[in-house]
T-cell receptor
Framework: QQQVKQSPQSLIVQKGGISIINCAYE??????FPWYQQFPGKGPALLIA?????SEKKEGRFTISFNKSAKQFSLHIMDSQPGDSATYFC???????????FGTGTRLLVSP | DGGITQSPKYLFRKEGQNVTLSCEQN?????MYWYRQDPGQGLRLIYY???????QKGDIAEGYSVSREKKESFPLTVTSAQKNPTAFYLC?????????????FGPGTRLTVT
């Protein structure tokens, strides 16, 4: 119930392509879904976040798509760049519950 | 500069020794968290604290202890009871503990126990 399932585990995309990472959850009490970006040896940094009252949120080249009925959300990176090469984590938090539940991460490599 | 500092960046210890990891924040955040990161397992919550002098166990608290005597500090002790302590440890903080409050992470401490 508290799990967030993330796929794929790793992803290779050519420069300029679209990177897509998917997450799925079971707990309908989740109401906040952030994505974090982590470079090797560094702490994760918040990239973008969405609430289930909207179906899409876009910030620059990064877009979250949210499907409440399917209990799925995804991160799209448009025009992927080598500098986007990092590990990406989706997460979820439920109302009144202080803990974030993280997916297992996706290692993205954008080839030049 | 405002932010979260963790020290040291790398830490080496012998098996059977307790070790304390430091986490300090000057963001005036109420809530603080400790996570453990292992390859392929994402981030797992060890302990969290919403206010000074109060903290709760996370999903993997066994073998760890914390204290929250000051708002800006949340040290984590990895005890000899922790069976597999080698990992990357991340501290985080947020303005509050509820939804809508973003968690900000420190740079992490890589602990190696041999």
């Amino acid at each position: 119930q508290q799990q967030v399932k993330q796929s794929p585990q790793s992803l290779i995309v050519q420069k300029g392509g679209i990177s897509i990472i998917n997450c799925a959850y079971e707990n309908t009490a989740f109401d906040y879904f952030p994505w974090y970006q982590q470079f090797p040896g560094k702490g994760p940094a918040l990239l973008i976040a969405i609430r289930p009252d909207v179906s899409e949120k876009k910030e620059g080249r990064f877009t979250i798509s949210f499907n409440k009925s399917a209990k799925q959300f995804s991160l799209h990176i448009m025009d992927s760049q080598p500098g986007d090469s990092a590990t990406y984590f989706c997460a979820a938090r439920s109302t009144g519950f202080q803990k974030l539940v993280f997916g297992t991460g996706t290692r993205l490599l954008v080839s030049p | 500069d405002g932010g979260i500092t963790q020290s040291p960046k790398y830490l080496f210890r012998k098996e059977g020794q307790n070790v304390t990891l430091s986490c300090e924040q000057n963001l005036n955040h109420d809530a603080m968290y400790w996570y453990r990161q292992d390859p392929g397992q994402g981030l797992r919550l060890i302990y969290y604290s919403q206010i000074v002098n109060d903290f709760q166990k996370g999903d993997i608290a066994e073998g760890y202890s914390v204290s929250r005597e000051k708002k800006e500090s949340f040290p984590l002790t990895v005890t000899s009871a922790q069976k597999n302590p080698t990992a990357f440890y991340l501290c985080a903080s947020s303005p509050g503990g509820g939804p809508g409050y973003e968690q900000y992470f420190g740079p992490g401490t890589r602990l190696t126990v041999t």
